[in-house]
């Protein structure tokens, strides 16, 4: 077996234990449908509207992986050049070569308010792209984008809810990108599935997403080391960003009533995500690239970490997550990968 199979395999066996661990409290949860939040006219919530379209929403907070030194680990991860990511590496490895044959049309997932759609065709990635969005405003919001860009030929937004929804018949792609889509599905056989039936023989299925546990559910190990370097950072490095002047004393994984109440679909079932992905594509690529210290770790405090005095700091968190992860106390939590149909 090789290494990449063997990557594969072990993080697959983890998977599937976590699965089977946890499947009591899934059940528990899931038996009673969650409804849906409603606004006072009630109409259900466009939630992914408000998480792109209002700039009050993060509080100023921002992503675990833009903390340069943790977007440098991520894309030597990926890359093998901390200064090269996944997107970079992509087009040269992947897309570039397609578009040497022939103009590239691509296939987008999940797409907001579709920035990185329209940066793939100003960069010369891709030569059109046709993306699917749940969201109306947000497909509203990346239209009108794409039209202000003069780009509206060349990038389209359509309102389709990937969990039941079908492609148009008859529109093969190039490329098709899941950027943290597939972890927000609860139907991945009805759209990795659809994904398949879209593909051309020489499509390459672009993947980049959270795979770790359903829900967020951390398990008892991650948090206990979490809250080991809790303990120790400064009162200045924990405060929190949606929330001024309060000081977070230690890191809690939200129950699953609570997080079903929140967001039903995050992490609906990112466990599940690469054994369905096995089933309509060939697994090529596959790199995983951490997170399951950081990414709960600088959750609502990530901006904290920006000066450059705290680099170090942040370069010894990054070692100390790597090296649980090759020695095999934690999991990876995220992963970039490529999908063939043969």
């Known amino acids: 077996m090789n290494v990449l199979a063997r990557k594969i395999s072990s993080s697959l066996r983890r998977m599937r234990a976590r699965f089977a661990c946890g499947q009591k409290l899934r059940q528990a949860f899931t038996a009673a449908p969650v409804e849906p939040q409603v606004h006072s006219e009630g109409e259900p919530k466009d939630i992914w509207a408000e998480r792109h379209l209002d700039p009050h929403y993060w509080h100023g907070c ?103 929804g079908t492609f148009a018949p008859e529109v093969f792609y190039d490329a098709i990108l899941n950027e943290a889509a597939l972890h927000h599905i609860k139907n991945l056989d009805h759209l990795i599935g659809e994904c398949r039936r879209v593909s051309k023989p020489h499509t390459v299925f672009i993947n980049h997403d959270y795979v770790g546990p359903n829900h967020n559910q951390w398990t008892e190990k991650q948090l206990s080391y979490i809250n080991r370097i809790m303990a120790i950072l400064p009162p200045a490095l924990r405060g929190s960003l949606t929330n001024p002047g309060a000081i977070h004393e230690k890191k809690n994984a939200l129950s699953m009533e609570e997080m079903l109440k929140i967001d039903p679909t995050e992490g609906v079932r990112s466990e599940e995500i690469l054994p369905t992905m096995q089933k309509f594509f060939k697994i090529r690529d596959y790199k995983p690239y951490g997170g399951p210290i950081l990414h709960m770790l600088l959750n609502d405090m990530a901006r904290n970490f920006l000066a450059p005095e705290h680099a170090p700091l942040v370069d010894l968190l990054v070692l100390f997550e790597e090296s649980l992860i090759d020695e095999g106390v934690l999991n990876t939590d995220f992963a970039y990968w490529i999908g063939t149909p043969d």
């Open 62 to 164: 921002i992503h675990w992986g833009q903390v340069p030194q943790v977007a440098q680990y991520m894309n030597r991860l990926i890359s093998g050049d901390p200064h090269v990511d996944f997107i970079d590496y992509t087009a040269q490895r992947y897309l570039n070569p397609l578009r040497e044959q022939g103009p590239v049309t691509m296939l987008s997932l999940c797409t907001g308010i579709g920035q990185l759609e329209l940066s793939f065709v100003k960069r010369g990635i891709a030569d059109k792209v046709v993306g699917y969005e749940v969201s109306k405003e947000c497909v509203q919001a990346a239209n009108q984008a794409a039209r202000k860009e003069g780009l509206q030929d060349r990038v389209t937004f359509i309102q389709l809810d990937l969990n039941q």
